[in-house]
């Protein structure tokens, strides 16, 4: 069965954190739409220093979660820095825990997670510099590579990207997850 994820980012994402869940979900057979405030392209952080540019496929104000099957939201800490201080981001992802659908966050991703008021009392993972963030918004952090969380599937680097792609189409594939609340 076909689905469609949209990956929410912005200038400075972690490339590895983009691409590999795109991929990996292109790999199913599934449409992967970059989705970001801007039109146009948007620039990779690719581990030290600027990486490419991505084409992105919608924009905010094109979108709305109810055409998705699934979020991604990539780390890096310039991305969800912008992010997590858009309000139509926030209201975009807050739609998709809303409707129950799986939500994938990596790295610094979470930090979107926490602003949008969908953290607390959840299992999470992270990057280990915002695991006190996480905790002061109520989630449970442990430090582990992948951890789910009723169709949230959260982990902390891309050395981690193997298990975090396999468990977000593990996700995908289960559909609303209805124990999902806000």
Same mark, same amino acid.
């Given at each position: 069965?076909?689905?469609?994820?949209?990956?929410?980012? =912005?200038?400075?994402? !972690? !490339?590895?954190?983009?691409?590999?869940?795109?991929?990996?979900?292109?790999?199913?057979?599934? =449409?992967?739409?970059? %989705?970001?405030?801007?039109?146009? =392209?948007?620039?990779?952080?690719?581990?030290? @220093?600027?990486?490419?540019?991505?084409?992105?496929?919608?924009?905010?104000?094109? %979108?709305?979660?109810?055409?998705?099957?699934?979020? %991604?939201?990539? #780390? #890096?800490?310039?991305?969800? @820095?912008?992010?997590?201080?858009?309000?139509?981001?926030?209201?975009?992802?807050?739609?998709?825990?809303?409707?129950?659908?799986?939500?994938?966050?990596?790295?610094? #991703?979470?930090?979107?997670?926490?602003?949008? /008021?969908?953290?607390?009392?959840?299992?999470?993972?992270? %990057?280990?510099?915002?695991?006190?963030?996480?905790?002061?918004? /109520?989630?449970?952090?442990?430090?582990? !590579?992948?951890?789910?969380?009723? #169709?949230?599937? =959260?982990?902390?680097?891309?050395?981690?990207?193997?298990?975090?792609?396999?468990?977000?189409? !593990?996700?995908?594939?289960?559909?609303?997850?209805?124990?999902?609340?806000?």
């Amino acid at each position: 069965m076909s689905k469609k994820i949209a990956i929410l980012a =912005t200038n400075g994402f !972690e !490339e590895s954190e983009l691409q590999s869940p795109k991929e990996y979900l292109e790999q199913q057979g599934w =449409t992967a739409h970059i %989705v970001s405030p801007e039109s146009g =392209t948007i620039k990779a952080w690719a581990e030290k @220093d600027w990486g490419k540019d991505y084409q992105v496929d919608k924009s905010l104000n094109e %979108v709305n979660a109810s055409e998705y099957d699934a979020l %991604v939201l990539p #780390g #890096g800490v310039i991305n969800p @820095d912008h992010l997590r201080t858009n309000e139509k981001a926030l209201s975009f992802v807050r739609d998709f825990f809303q409707q129950h659908k799986p939500v994938a966050a990596i790295c610094h #991703g979470p930090q979107v997670l926490i602003n949008a /008021g969908v953290v607390e009392g959840r299992n999470m993972t992270s %990057v280990n510099s915002i695991s006190e963030d996480l905790k002061n918004a /109520g989630a449970r952090w442990e430090d582990r !590579e992948v951890i789910v969380d009723q #169709g949230l599937v =959260t982990s902390r680097t891309p050395k981690d990207l193997p298990a975090f792609n396999a468990k977000m189409v !593990e996700e995908i594939k289960e559909g609303k997850h209805q124990e999902q609340t806000l």
